[in-house]
C-alpha cells in the first residue's frame, strides 16, 4: 500500500530551518545528506513519528523563492497533532514559537494556530475521541 512519506517544505535556509524544527517543535532530523552544487536532502519528523517527514526544500528560483512562508496561500497549511496538547503547548510556547491565538475548544478537539520561522500556519492539534 501506498503512503505519503514525505512533505516538502521551501525553506531559505537548511541550517536556520533545521535549528527551528528540532529545537523550537522538538523534532528530530531524520537526515542531511549533502547533494552537491548547494543542495541537500534534509528530513525532519516529529519524535515518534508515523513515517511521514518534512523534507526542507531549498528555494532555487525566484518563484520559489516568493513561496517561501506562503505554501498554503495564508491559510493553515500542517496539522501537528498531539496526545498532549498543553505540554506540547507550553513547551513551544517557552521555545518561543509564534502562536497566532489563545487555545481554544472546538468539536473536533483543542487547537491553536501557529507560524513556523517562515510564516506558514500551522495547527496544533489534540483530536477529541469521539
Do not use: C
Amino acid at each position: 500500500m501506498a503512503h505519503i512519506a514525505n512533505v516538502a517544505l521551501l525553506v531559505d535556509n537548511y541550517d536556520d530551518a533545521i535549528a527551528f524544527y528540532t529545537t523550537k517543535l522538538g523534532f528530530e532530523l531524520l537526515e542531511d545528506t549533502d547533494l552537491g552544487k548547494g543542495k541537500r536532502w534534509v528530513q525532519v519528523a516529529p519524535k515518534q513519528h508515523n513515517g511521514t517527514a518534512l523534507l526542507l526544500a531549498k528555494a532555487a528560483t525566484e518563484q520559489q523563492k516568493q513561496s517561501v512562508g506562503m505554501q498554503a496561500g495564508g491559510r493553515v497549511w500542517l496539522f501537528l497533532q498531539t496526545d498532549d496538547f498543553w505540554q506540547d503547548y507550553n513547551a513551544m510556547k517557552a521555545a518561543g514559537v509564534t502562536f497566532l491565538e489563545a487555545p481554544r475548544e472546538e468539536a473536533y478537539g483543542t487547537v491553536v494556530v501557529f507560524t513556523d520561522l517562515y510564516g506558514n500556519q500551522w495547527d496544533l492539534l489534540q483530536r477529541t475521541d469521539n
